[in-house]
């Protein structure tokens, strides 16, 4: 139905260190605001029931998936997306470059979701065993890989103890 | 630029070269791009299974905020071209299907209308207030009441609701039947499954001034989209460009004609103006081709050894409301030709017919029949062994074609050859990885406590990148099997492949460039892979059946040595000898035994495009166009082994270990090649445990609507796969590479269906069907354990 309300909303947040304005309707939600309005479209929409977790991105320290936030929800809050884990030109981000270099990704859709869920846990747990690897990523759905690689990439990023387990 | 290499790329696990872009989030998909003035277009899809449609009112809609046109399906009669199949099994009857929905629906998730507005929201919020009047019809669902007397008739020209009936065998089924010491019957299923591509499908189309029309399209066969686009919408192919960007993920699913294909072009044209859509998960899960969907009722005839002498198989394959583009050919000429499996069955009678029902059309999803026709020889041979209660390792010994065999025939059949293979040599290897004595001593011993752990054990070949050419129009199979790749090569050296062939994950721009980098001894650094645009790759048929190596890396392997064979000839002008006294290695021309000084490759292709010293005769430049159409097909094979812990008090299957032992030829890229290994295991882990498309039978609506419902695993439900290769060079092409992306999709379902079975042994359960979800399993055992009690 046509939403009754159809007063709009300035909402300041900011991604990846740049400050953002933006007037956005009642509806609109975060991951819409990222890629249409300020064109970061390395967030990707998978799903329309918070399953995929495709658009997973940092919010003020945790990994959110930005399909389940409305843009209004987010004003004030600091953001980082997949553009903002590597400086330009500079050095891939650790788990960005252990997707790489362990071949976790293929169509690479669900990729950036999974690199950002990913980097949330090793925040959390620097030393995590393959099978709470596997019960963190829950949340985000990968068809291409099986998911193995994907656990083998976190896992070069654990501690000696969980490497090679 | 470094030009000299002695590195052998092919053989190498080599990075992928295209990562970077996906890692950071540069990645480029379809809905990642935007035109200016571009319009949203949404489709009103049909509620009920099957319904007469009284009335279509668009009023409201066409009132409704930001609304640029409305449409129902009378409004573009006449104005679009019919979805017609690409394959047409002979004698099948095609159904008609518009494009949108005219007087009658048949599947929930039919489009009915459609409205383009300004924002997409908008156009999602008009399409709510388009009132329909539908008078409510009997639906079927299932293939087996479908053609039942009395159910409910889909379309006029397809009486009982079969479209094709399709026969293949060799051999006296009959006669062997009579002979054998037992005869068993087996009805198995192969449950409905949805692809599950995680970028949904969505469509840009921007029209040019001049009357042609840029398609942005997640295709895996973008030249296959621009001819049947072209002939239905009424444009030459040369005014049509598709332009497939990053897709993600195709599975089948992407490789079809879809009625949003055809009107996205159509109403760009109509409106001067682009005019995108994007599909919701939801929307996609009832509009979106389905897979698998089929019922078989088999008979083996065999001895008390345990030899099969023959089979005889009935298959239904349920292909949804109407004929998709190529689903006449799944049920048949790809699933039942195949049914025999790895095993020398000489007699052998199986009939396919493909059956319409109120559902969502169903196509090729990742192995497209070879999935079905693998389940029905490995469930055939299992049932023989849990029969005979023989060792499921020694009867399959005892059935194998064997390697002085090939090249073979299955039940001299005219169809279906194996060029090579051998079956020991997997089975061997995966029976090591797997640890397959100590394996089945732990599962042995558990048993007497109480735990039931099983090992499954599935074999599986088939053939791959359907060709030649000649061959597919006599299974009415209306396009070409061959590949186009070219080499161009600039003066300074630097080389860009154009490839017919499209990845969707898979790594072309890493793979072919190390088939490329090898034939033209360059630095993989030095190549460009091209690949979806069709303003630039010249022609091509695309990814799909497993053929991009076999078919699209051979093409790329002709042209390139094309390439080398007149960069030596010009190359032996420039040093003034004859052509046979050059030895080309490194990237350098030499003429060995002399002091001449060597040619760089940069030299010669800098030659070839200034023309000074060509030889008499030949045209100028270095870029080698080709059409490579195989004299044959390759045969994939191999042996996975799944160990598994089934939990008798809730039902639940625990993968333990799983094994895959693939021999697809020579492995262009192992690290790539794995990686396809372990997402097709997966995937068919997901249908044998997980996934299943639910209809209510009554109503024919849609239970499973949204991933909140249909079951794909997430990382914890799965274990690591282990993947290894046997390397059988395929005959049929210069790499010797067969295919590998449907291998695991192919083996995985029969294995864990073995290993439950394996486990569920000491209740008596010799069946089981998929998916074998955690309630299925518990009734199984409840029912045997109530059985036994009696």
Same mark, same amino acid.
């Given at each position: 139905m046509i939403d009754a309300d159809q007063k709009r909303h300035v909402v300041t947040i900011t991604v990846n260190g740049v400050r953002h304005t933006a007037s956005v309707e009642a509806r609109q939600l975060l991951v819409h605001l990222l890629r249409e309005d300020l064109g970061l479209t390395g967030t990707h929409v998978g799903c329309d029931t918070s399953q995929c977790g495709a658009c997973t991105v940092d919010i003020d320290g945790q990994a959110v998936k930005s399909c389940t936030v409305l843009a209004v929800m987010a004003d004030g809050a600091s953001i980082t997306t997949i553009e903002g884990l590597a400086p330009a030109g500079g050095a891939l981000h650790p788990v960005q470059a252990a997707f790489h270099e362990h071949h976790a990704l293929q169509c690479g859709f669900c990729t950036p979701g999974m690199i950002m869920a990913a980097r949330q846990l090793l925040a959390q747990n620097p030393d995590p065993t393959e099978s709470e690897i596997r019960h963190h990523l829950a949340g985000n759905i990968c068809r291409c890989t099986g998911y193995t690689n994907i656990v083998r990439a976190v896992q070069s990023l654990a501690s000696e103890a969980h490497r090679h387990e | 630029m470094s030009e000299a290499t002695a590195t052998k790329y092919v053989g190498q696990p080599l990075r992928r070269r295209e990562d970077f872009k996906f890692v950071t989030g540069k990645g480029r998909y379809t809905d990642d791009i935007k035109s200016p003035g571009m319009l949203h277009m949404a489709v009103l899809r049909s509620p009920h299974a099957h319904a007469v449609i009284r009335q279509v009112d668009l009023s409201a809609a066409q009132a409704s905020p930001g609304v640029r046109l409305a449409l129902s399906g009378a409004d573009l009669a006449g104005k679009i071209g019919a979805i017609v199949p690409n394959w047409i099994i002979p004698g099948t009857k095609v159904p008609d299907r518009p494009v949108v929905a005219i007087d009658?629906?048949?599947?929930?998730?039919?489009?009915v209308a459609l409205v383009v507005a300004e924002t997409q929201a908008m156009a999602h919020d008009a399409v709510e207030l388009i009132d329909v009047n539908y008078e409510i019809l009997p639906a079927v669902i299932d293939e087996e009441a479908a053609i039942r007397d009395g159910a409910p008739q889909l379309h006029d020209n397809v009486p009982n609701n079969i479209t094709t009936v399709y026969k293949i065998g060799g051999g006296d089924y009959g006669k062997v039947a009579q002979e054998a010491d037992q005869v068993i019957t087996l009805r198995v299923t192969n449950n409905r499954l949805i692809p599950t591509c995680m970028e949904t499908r969505s469509i840009l189309a921007e029209p040019d001034v001049n009357g042609t029309l840029t398609l942005y399209l997640q295709s895996q066969v973008p030249h296959m989209h621009r001819r049947w686009i072209a002939d239905t919408v009424g444009i030459s192919e040369h005014q049509l460009r598709i332009v497939a960007p990053d897709i993600g993920g195709g599975f089948g699913a992407k490789m079809h004609l879809y009625p949003e294909e055809l009107l996205c072009p159509y109403l760009a044209r109509f409106l001067g103006v682009p005019v995108k859509w994007w599909e919701s998960r939801s929307e996609s899960h009832q509009s979106t081709n389905h897979g698998r969907a089929h019922t078989e009722t088999l008979e083996i005839a065999f001895r008390n050894d345990g030899k099969i002498l023959g089979l005889k198989v009935e298959t239904l394959g349920n292909v949804g409301a109407y004929l998709s583009n190529m689903a006449s050919g799944g049920p048949t000429v790809n699933t039942i030709n195949f049914g025999t499996g790895a095993y020398k069955i000489e007699h052998y009678t199986a009939r396919s017919r493909v059956v319409v029902t109120n559902t969502v059309p169903v196509d090729a999803y990742r192995g497209y029949g070879r999935p079905e026709g693998a389940y029905i020889a490995e469930r055939a041979i299992d049932a023989v062994a849990r029969h005979l209660d023989l060792d499921q390792v020694e009867v399959r010994r005892r059935n194998f074609i064997q390697?002085? &065999?090939?090249?073979y025939r299955p039940y001299n059949g005219p169809a279906t050859i194996y060029d090579s293979g051998n079956y020991e040599g997997c089975l061997v290897k995966a029976m090591e990885a797997i640890n397959y004595d100590a394996r089945s001593n732990e599962r042995d011993q558990l048993r007497a406590k109480g735990r039931y752990r099983g090992i499954g054990v599935a074999a599986y070949t088939h053939m791959c990148g359907m060709a030649p050419s000649r061959r597919l129009s006599l299974l009415g199979f209306n396009r070409g099997g061959w590949e186009s790749a070219r080499v161009s090569v600039d003066s300074g050296g630097r080389v860009v492949i154009f490839s017919g062939s499209m990845s969707q994950g898979h790594g072309h721009v890493t793979s072919l460039a190390q088939i490329a980098a090898d034939v033209l001894q360059v630095p993989i650094e030095n190549i460009d892979v091209v690949q979806g645009d069709t303003r630039q790759v010249q022609a091509g048929h695309g990814t799909f059946n497993s053929r991009s190596m076999a078919v699209g890396g051979s093409s790329v392997h002709v042209s390139s040595t094309r390439v080398v064979a007149k960069a030596r000839k010009i190359a032996a002008g420039m040093l003034e000898v004859d052509e046979a006294d050059i030895s080309y290695q490194g990237g350098q021309f030499t003429v060995p035994g002399t002091d001449i000084p060597p040619l760089t490759f940069g030299a010669v292709a800098r030659m070839a495009y200034v023309g000074h010293k060509l030889p008499d005769g030949m045209e100028p430049g270095l870029d080698e166009t080709v059409f490579y159409d195989p004299k044959g097909m390759g045969a994939p094979s191999g042996i996975h082994m799944a160990y598994v812990d089934v &939990?008798?008090?809730?039902g639940i299957v625990e993968i333990l270990d799983y094994v895959a032992v693939d021999d697809a030829g020579t492995i262009i890229n192992p690290l790539l090649a794995a990686g396809q290994i372990h997402g097709g295991v997966v995937q068919g882990i997901a249908q044998a445990l997980y996934e299943e498309v639910s209809y209510d039978p009554d109503t024919g609506q849609l239970m499973t609507g949204s991933l909140l419902d249909y079951a794909v695993p997430?990382?914890?439900?799965?274990p690591s796969i282990r993947s290894l290769f046997q390397e059988t060079p395929s005959p049929t092409n210069p790499i010797g590479v067969k295919g590998i992306g449907e291998s695991g999709s192919i083996a995985a379902p029969p294995c864990m269906v073995h290993a439950v079975l394996d486990a569920l042994s000491p209740f008596g359960i010799k069946h089981l069907d998929m998916p074998m979800t955690p309630p299925r399993v518990w009734l199984a055992i409840q029912t045997a354990r109530t059985g036994a009690s009696r």
């Open positions: - | 009658r629906v048949r599947f929930v998730g039919e489009c390697p002085a &065999d090939f090249p &939990d008798p008090e809730t997430r990382a914890e439900h799965v």
